[in-house]
């Protein structure tokens, strides 16, 4: 069973930057038609989508987040990351990333809205943003 792993939370000012990391077990296999993605969720609201890519091309980002956020990976260390700029207090929240594999790349790009193309999730880590 594929495992993730999150790390890189904590806190930060209000126009600082962060950077997420997260690692894939052995058992995540890559393709050119994988999806993996960034996801947040607050208390008592949604899970939102934050960022997804796709193995063969394609990153695709939330409007919350555009021009301020960047997703990128490693397939050789199976490793996902969002550098996170110009944070701002409303990306407070528990940060996912998630692992899906054999999808499409307009599927991928979907993720963002209807996660269910993704089969494994990491436990978070927290990002609080002060003012």
């Known amino acids: 069973q594929v495992q993730l792993v999150e790390s890189g939370g904590g806190s930060v000012q209000a126009g600082g930057s962060m950077r997420l990391s997260c690692q894939a077990s052995?058992?995540?296999?890559?393709?050119?038609?994988?999806?993996m993605g960034w996801f947040r969720q607050v208390p008592e609201k949604e899970r939102e989508g934050v960022a997804t890519?796709?193995?063969?091309?394609?990153?695709f980002y939330a409007d919350s987040i555009q021009g301020r956020f960047t997703i990128s990976q490693d397939t050789r260390k199976k490793m996902l990351y969002l550098q996170m700029d110009d944070l701002k207090p409303e990306d407070t929240a528990m940060y996912f990333c998630?692992?899906?594999?054999?999808?499409?790349?307009?599927?991928?790009?979907?993720?963002?809205?209807?996660?269910?193309?993704?089969?494994?999730w990491g436990q978070g880590t927290q990002v609080t943003v002060s003012s």
């Open positions: 998630a692992a899906g594999v054999t999808v499409w790349s307009d599927q991928c790009a979907e993720g963002l809205r209807e996660p269910s193309i993704f089969g494994a």
């Open positions: 890519i796709y193995t063969s091309g394609g990153k």
């Open positions: 052995a058992e995540y296999g890559y393709s050119s038609r994988n999806c």
